[in-house]
C-alpha cells in the first residue's frame, strides 16, 4: 500500500485502547538520512474555538501506529509527547503565553 503525505493528512486519529479519537493529522516526522517516516504529529485541540490558541500538538511514533486504513490511523501509544503550544488570537493581542 502506498500513500502520499497529503492523503494521510486527511485521516483521523484513533486510539485502539479505548476507541477515542484523537484528532487528524496534521504533519509527519521523517528521516531524511534513511528516507524513513517516524512520527505523526496531531494537532492540539483548540480552547475557547481557537481565540485562546489550542493545547499541544500530539506526536505519535512509528511504532506506535498499528494500522493505516482509508479513513482512519489506528495508533497504540503509552504517551502523548507534547512538542509546541500555538499562540492564540488573545495572547498575540495581551502579550500572554
Not at 485521516?11 to 528516507?35: F, Q, Y
Not at 493505516?68 to 503550544?85: K, S, W
Request: net charge neutral.
Amino acid at each position: 500500500m502506498t500513500c502520499r503525505v497529503a492523503e494521510l493528512r486527511r485521516k483521523e486519529v484513533i486510539s485502539v485502547k479505548d476507541g477515542t479519537r484523537i484528532g487528524a493529522v496534521s504533519d509527519v516526522e521523517m528521516d531524511l538520512t534513511n528516507a524513513r517516516l517516524t512520527a505523526i504529529l496531531v494537532n492540539g485541540r483548540p480552547r475557547l474555538f481557537g481565540l485562546l490558541g489550542h493545547e499541544e500538538d500530539i506526536v505519535i511514533r512509528w511504532p506506535d501506529i498499528q494500522v493505516i486504513g482509508d479513513d482512519t490511523v489506528l495508533v497504540n501509544y503509552q504517551e502523548r509527547i507534547h512538542v509546541r503550544r500555538r499562540r492564540g488570537l488573545l495572547s498575540f493581542l495581551f502579550g500572554e503565553e
